[in-house]
Each structure stands twice: as C-alpha cells, then as structure tokens.
C-alpha cells in the first residue's frame, strides 16, 4: 500500500506559476510510473503528465511547453512545475501511481485544488 500526498495548491493569478509536490509514504522505487490528473467541475478526470521509473516523462498536449514533470528518488516524491497557468489549468489536481504487473496496483492522492483567476 502507498499513500500519496500533494501540496503546493492554491490560488494564482494567470500568467503564473505553481509547483506542486507528491510525497508517497514509502519508497518508490518498486512504481512503475507516478504522475498528475485534473479534474475541473463537471469534467472527467484527465491526464497533465507522468513519469517512469526511468525518468521518461509523457504530457498532455493541453499542457505541453508549459509543465514539467520531475522526480526525487531519495526523498520519494514527485513533481509538477506548472507555468505560464490560464484560466483552463483551474482543477483539482491528484497523483497517481502505477505498480504494474499480476495484479497491476493504482494509487490516488486526496487531490490539491489550484485556481487560476484570469
């Protein structure tokens, strides 16, 4: 079992920045993949960017250019540098795991909320 958990949420003003931060409460080095979703009111939950154990990152097109995605083994956490955020960015933003393989083993945060006011 892992548990997840984001900071660095809050409210920005478009055109700015935010850095947010998944610790998992024990070593990460047996996931496959950790990453970022977003949900905004009344959509589905969507992809922003993961990274693999490999340190191969895969963003969404919304976000491309303007986020990146980067891990700390040693401290086991994850992050998302988010630039140049619009308006769209405005979402709850939870970490994902993944332990791939028989069975495969997916993890979620409890989310961190970032609003970006036009």
């Known amino acids: 079992q892992v548990q997840l958990v984001e900071s660095g949420g809050g409210l920005v003003q478009a055109g700015g920045s935010l850095k947010l931060s998944c610790a998992a409460s024990r070593s990460i080095f047996s996931i496959n993949a950790m990453g970022w979703y977003r949900q905004a009111p009344g959509k589905q939950r969507e992809l922003v960017a993961m990274?693999?154990?490999?340190?191969?990152?895969n963003y969404a097109d919304a976000v491309k250019g303007r986020c990146t995605i980067s891990k700390d083994s040693a401290s086991d956490t994850v992050y998302l540098q988010m630039n140049s955020l619009k308006p769209d960015d405005t979402a709850i933003y939870y970490c994902?795991?993944?332990?791939?393989?028989?069975?495969?083993?997916?993890?979620w945060g409890k989310g961190t909320q970032v609003t970006v006011s036009s």
């Open positions: 990274i693999t154990s490999g340190g191969n990152p």
């Open positions: 994902k795991a993944e332990k791939r393989g028989n069975p495969t083993y997916i993890y």
